[in-house]
């Protein structure tokens, strides 16, 4: 029992333990394979942990992220997982990696073909209320998001997107039926990604909403296709460089 405790008190709070693991010499055994046996020698025992991280677009640690396993009773192995996140997130993409580690030097292995469902917090939610694996209402107030497999990396990755919408309108209230251009940049790791939105103008005013992945966008109006109007543009950006 003291061994057990010092065990689990040195797993991380992403960390399950599942069973013990006996190396008679040749092999590991699972403890299926011997947990009824009568002890009768010295036995060489070695725990088998599941090891949960999530990292955000830039692959820097998610700590505001609680695992729950879902267990078949006719097996130890979890059979899914549930990542509950607290926080509001506008990043890209959220990558969850499911690691199995075991054997006698811990040996790390990546776990593919698992399930994860990802929930996400309520808009309103105070970020001390956590999930409890125990409760009926475990998902109230988080929103399921949608539900990955591992990939042969054991990377769940979800990806996320937001709406954009771009007004055009005559100042002056005149017609007009032209074709405007505007382009949105959004840095990347090798430079800028560039994407341009075409936009025909209906009588006096027009718009259009995008789907995006979440992130930061540039959005410019290319005059050469407005050569005859004088552009005034309003464009809210949160730095300084206009993204």
Known sequence: TDVMQSMMDTLGKDDLFIQWQWYNGEEMVEWSDFSGDLIDQNMDLYPVVYH?????SQDKQIDDMTFVYDKD???????????????????????????????????????????????????????????NPDDEDVVDPYEEYGTKETDNNG??????????????????????????????????????????????????????TVQLPCGQYKVSEDESWAWRYKVDSDIGSVNEEGY
């Open 52 to 56: 949960l991280s999530a990292t955000d």
């Open 73 to 131: 009773d006719s097996q130890l192995e979890p059979t899914a997982i549930h990542a509950y996140l607290s926080i509001p997130y506008t990043q890209e993409k959220l990558t969850i990696t499911v690691t199995k580690m075991s054997g006698s030097n811990f040996k790390k292995t990546l776990v593919s073909d698992m399930p994860v469902t990802l929930w996400v917090a309520d808009e309103n939610m105070s970020t001390d209320e956590k999930p």
């Open 155 to 208: 990377e769940a990755v979800f990806t996320f997107t937001g709406q954009l919408e771009i007004t055009k309108k005559m100042s002056d209230d005149s017609k007009s039926s032209d074709t405007f251009i505007f382009t949105l940049e959004k840095k990347v790791n090798d430079g800028v990604q560039k994407i341009e939105i075409p936009l025909t103008m209906k009588d006096n005013q027009t718009s259009i």
